[in-house]
């Protein structure tokens, strides 16, 4: 089985190790998305696409009053992502699900975030628009991607990859729309894209 597809979409015993070994490479980038959230106590927080569980691990950690959610289409990595986050109770809730189409109501949650998750969403503009619809008024977006993150077809998303992302951002409602590449500790670069939904009741007004 291609090994390059497996880090899109883990299965089976490979793919239950393709998570363990994105749980110790992509840590710190991991860590750095988190830490650029900022969240804070009584919010209440989306990852999509959270993979082994490192960053629900690292927000649980962080940010101890915070409730947390995340979705993500393998059933592999959710399980994996359970086990992890077992020690936090119902602090921490997942799901198996995929960004396009998200189980939860309206106005949802005051922050959602992801790490090399949203190169995969399909179709991006329509997966960032379910983002917009599940955030509250105000609510912050943060992503973060590898130059060497896997693209659906295989690919990889490459240094020009804010081109693409930051348009798409914009063209689903979000507001404040800032992308910037960081040194990785892997090597390369990382892409870190911060929006909010707009303040006021148009969610198309961005």
Do not use: C, H, Y
């Given at each position: 089985?291609?090994?390059?597809?497996?880090?899109?979409?883990?299965?089976?015993?490979?793919?239950?190790?393709?998570?363990?070994l994105m749980a110790v490479i992509n840590k710190s980038q991991v860590e750095a998305v988190v830490a650029e959230l900022a969240a804070v106590p009584g919010e209440r927080v989306l990852e999509i696409g959270f993979g082994p569980g490192v960053g629900l691990v690292t927000l649980a950690r962080t940010a101890p009053e915070v409730r947390i959610e995340g979705v993500d289409p393998s059933s592999a990595m959710v399980a994996q992502a359970r086990r992890r986050v077992r020690r936090f109770g119902g602090r921490v809730r997942l799901r198996e699900g995929t960004a396009a189409a998200l189980p939860w109501e309206d106005d949802s949650f005051d922050a959602v975030f992801a790490a090399n998750s949203a190169q995969l969403w399909q179709p991006r503009?329509?997966?960032?628009?379910?983002?917009?619809?599940?955030?509250r008024p105000g609510g912050r977006l943060v992503l973060g991607v590898l130059?060497?993150?896997v693209l659906p077809d295989g690919g990889s998303a490459g240094p020009q990859f804010d081109e693409v992302l930051l348009p798409d951002v914009e063209?689903?409602?979000?507001?404040?729309v800032e992308g910037e590449w960081r040194p990785s500790n892997?090597?390369?670069?990382e892409l870190l894209v911060r929006a909010v939904r707009p303040a006021g009741n148009d969610r198309d007004s961005g």
């Amino acid at each position: 089985m291609d090994l390059t597809r497996q880090f899109a979409m883990p299965r089976g015993p490979l793919g239950r190790l393709v998570g363990r070994l994105m749980a110790v490479i992509n840590k710190s980038q991991v860590e750095a998305v988190v830490a650029e959230l900022a969240a804070v106590p009584g919010e209440r927080v989306l990852e999509i696409g959270f993979g082994p569980g490192v960053g629900l691990v690292t927000l649980a950690r962080t940010a101890p009053e915070v409730r947390i959610e995340g979705v993500d289409p393998s059933s592999a990595m959710v399980a994996q992502a359970r086990r992890r986050v077992r020690r936090f109770g119902g602090r921490v809730r997942l799901r198996e699900g995929t960004a396009a189409a998200l189980p939860w109501e309206d106005d949802s949650f005051d922050a959602v975030f992801a790490a090399n998750s949203a190169q995969l969403w399909q179709p991006r503009v329509g997966s960032l628009a379910e983002v917009l619809r599940v955030l509250r008024p105000g609510g912050r977006l943060v992503l973060g991607v590898l130059e060497r993150a896997v693209l659906p077809d295989g690919g990889s998303a490459g240094p020009q990859f804010d081109e693409v992302l930051l348009p798409d951002v914009e063209a689903a409602g979000f507001a404040g729309v800032e992308g910037e590449w960081r040194p990785s500790n892997l090597g390369g670069r990382e892409l870190l894209v911060r929006a909010v939904r707009p303040a006021g009741n148009d969610r198309d007004s961005g």
